[in-house]
Structures are given as C-alpha cells and as structure tokens.
T-cell receptor
C-alpha cells in the first residue's frame, strides 16, 4: 500500500492564481482531512470528509474548497491565492471501524508571492 | 470549540534524562488524545495515543497519562536518545476523529 499520497510536493503561486492540491489514499478509509501547518505552529483543520459526497468545514476553511466524489480522493481547491495561504498542507485519512489513528501524507509546501 | 495548550515550547535534555510535555484541553467531550512526532520536513507520525476511558498507557520508553477531571494529559519519554530530537504535538479529538493540535514542543536531546 502506498498509504496517503499528495501532489505536488512544492508549488509557488502568484497572488490571485488558483490551484488544486491532490490527495489519494489506498487504505479504503472513510475519513479524510486537510490540515495546514504554518511555520513553527501546530496543524489546523481546514476541511474534513466522513465519506464520499460528504464534506464539512474545520477550523480555517476560508479561501478553500473541497470535494469527495470517491472514497480514495479528496482534492483541496485554492481560489484566488493570497500570501496568508503560504503554508505546508497535509492530507490525512483514518478508518471509522478501527483505531482513530490518522495517517498523514508527505505534505505539499505552497508559497504564494 | 476545542482549544489545546501545550508546554513547554522548547525542551533541552541530556541523553538518558527523562522528558515531560504537558497539554491541557478545554472541551470535556474530547475522548481521544494522540501524540505525534514530527521531524524536520517530514509528516507527523503517531507515537502513542490514549482514550478517555484509560488513565495511563505505556509503550517501551514512552508513556502518556490522562487526567480527565483536570483536562490535561502528558507525554513522558524516559532514557532519551539523540534520535528522540524532534517536534512533538499533542492533539484532542471530539467527533468524527477531528483533531485539534497543540502548538508543539521542540525537544533537543544532547549526547
């Protein structure tokens, strides 16, 4: 199993541009999450999903959108990128049936200039 | 909503010493408390977790204690080694396994 994979690894955006961060998991997990981690800080939840077709906001959803059309994929969309969105973005997944451990992807480092 | 505070922000110990990191949470409904280790440039990795129906859990050199009444939980690392150097995050979960993270503790273990 590859676990949780994310693309791209790095990206530089100009202010006002848009992009989609991709996240895929092959563990058949029901729950998926997007976090952002600013330098020297903990992770903050942006959006989460408890299954295909179901998404909800986390702590810091403004400026982002998500969709969950399949169990495996949970893309994060940034519209009109702003310097405040410069961060490292982690996708994670967990199983509803077993322990609550969340498995994290390798992260995407995004810089908005 | 849930708020998690973590102390200290940095911790320096000598190899072989013990290290203790403490967290407090605000939401009494939180029922799951994981600890993650994050090395520079890497993803967070779960090292130990505890549920609200358990007061203590141990895994080799690592232990976690939970005091539900006081709403705080702690990570204890014994016989620290240089490879324990990293940033450690506590977190608390309420529904749907959503995690609220502390701000992290940078642990430095000197040989």
């Amino acid at each position: 199993n590859a676990g949780v994979t994310q693309t791209p690894k790095f990206r530089i955006l100009k202010i006002g541009q848009s992009m989609t961060l991709q996240c895929t998991q092959d563990m058949n997990h029901n729950y998926m999450y997007w976090y952002r981690q600013d330098p020297g800080m903990g992770l903050k939840l942006i959006y989460y999903s408890v299954g295909a077709g179901i998404t909800d906001k986390g702590e810091v959803p403004n400026g982002y959108n998500v969709s969950r059309s399949t169990t495996e994929d949970f893309p994060l969309r940034l519209e009109l990128a702003a310097p405040s969105q410069t961060s490292v973005y982690f996708c994670a997944s967990s199983s509803r049936e077993f322990d609550n451990e969340q498995f994290f992807g390798p992260g995407t480092r995004l810089t908005v200039l | 909503g849930e708020n998690v505070e973590q102390h200290p922000s940095t911790l320096s110990v000598q190899e072989g010493d013990s290290a203790v990191i403490k967290c407090t949470y605000s939401d009494s409904a939180s029922n799951y408390f994981p600890w993650y280790k994050q090395e520079l440039g890497k993803r967070p990795q779960l090292i130990i977790d505890i549920r609200s129906n358990v007061g203590e859990k141990k895994d080799q050199r690592i232990a976690v204690t939970l005091n539900k009444t006081a709403k705080h939980f702690s990570l204890h690392i014994t016989e620290t080694q240089p490879e324990d150097s990293a940033v450690y995050f506590c977190a608390a979960s309420t529904g749907f396994q959503k995690l609220v993270f502390g701000t992290g503790t940078r642990l430095l273990v000197s040989p």
